[in-house]
């Protein structure tokens, strides 16, 4: 089905053909929902292509850099996004990016627990568990909230997060909003950098419903917004995880070309595609990819 040549990662080898369309995969949902396309590359290297890890997590991330620049482009170039919020970000965001990778360093040399019949490395079980619980929660709000129209004045100013008054605050005029928190936007950072290095996942998944329900971004101007913050975090993880040895550049690149053509494609249609449309067909996919990570983990406890 795909061409012969093999990329040897590990002692893995990877059909270049496959790899070349998980990359086509990944850059168009990136530009297409404003995300970095971790959550589903750095799974799918771990369960289809059964690359390691902790190679996974550093290679989604190194890629990804390609990927959220050329939707930040695009986005950019439709008008779409709140820089005031990406630099607010940005100090908790690169910072929470170190931690999650000694974490992730630190499990990876924890050893394996037994479960069932088999066992299990404890940084596969703890990663893959994370990526469930957050994708699970990230798709039900999509899901949820997807029945009714999100768009208008009203909505944005009754966001939870947008109403908390911790000092200092600033004013969001992309969105239209004054007086939000600014310290609550650099904790938001904070922890989706955490994730980031711990998971090879840009954050996007988690900050999109952040930004949509917690602020009351409009969907476009939320994917706007993320893609900055996933870029930013893909650099820092970059370059956290390749000081341990966690990327592997063949791999990186190969993804990254295809993905980084596609990503201009999927920022084009979030432009022409109703909001209510974008969410479910979020939630779907975030679906389909905590389903091939929970057969992967029934699978090797069996």
Do not use: K
């Not at 990359?23 to 929902?33: P, T």
């Not at 930040?72 to 996004?81: N, P, S, V």
């Amino acid at each position: 089905m795909f061409p012969l040549v093999a990329i040897d990662v590990a002692g893995h080898q990877l059909p270049a053909g496959g790899v070349v369309l998980l990359g086509l995969a990944v850059g168009y949902v990136a530009g297409l929902f404003g995300v970095g396309g971790g959550f589903l590359l750095t799974p799918l290297l771990s369960v289809v292509f059964r690359v390691p890890l902790e190679i996974a997590v550093g290679t989604g991330l190194c890629q990804m850099v390609g990927t959220s620049v050329s939707a930040l482009l695009r986005h950019r170039q439709l008008g779409q996004g709140e820089v005031r919020f990406d630099v607010l970000m940005l100090a908790g965001s690169l910072l929470g990016v170190e931690a999650g990778a000694e974490v992730l360093d630190a499990l990876a040399g924890a050893g394996t627990v037994r479960i069932g019949g088999g066992e299990l490395p404890l940084v596969r079980l703890i990663v893959q568990l994370s990526y469930v619980v957050l994708l699970l929660a990230a798709a039900g709000v999509f899901w949820r909230e997807g029945r009714g129209p999100y768009e208008d004045l009203d909505y944005v100013r009754s966001a939870p997060l947008a109403r908390l008054r911790l000092p200092p605050l600033t004013d969001l005029p992309a969105v239209p909003l004054r007086d939000v928190s600014a310290s609550v936007i650099a904790y938001v950072g904070l922890a989706l950098g955490f994730t980031s290095g711990l998971l090879g996942i840009g954050g996007g998944v988690a900050l999109m419903p952040i930004l949509i329900y917690g602020f009351g971004f409009p969907i476009r101007e939320a994917a706007g917004t993320g893609i900055v913050a996933i870029c930013a975090t893909a650099v820092t993880g970059t370059i956290a995880h390749a000081l341990r040895g966690n990327v592997h550049l063949l791999l990186a690149m190969v993804l990254l070309v295809p993905a980084s053509l596609s990503a201009q494609l999927g920022a084009l249609a979030s432009h022409r595609l109703p909001a209510r449309t974008l969410r479910r067909s979020f939630a779907l996919l975030l679906v389909a990819t905590v389903s091939a990570i929970a057969w992967d983990l029934a699978r090797q406890v069996r």
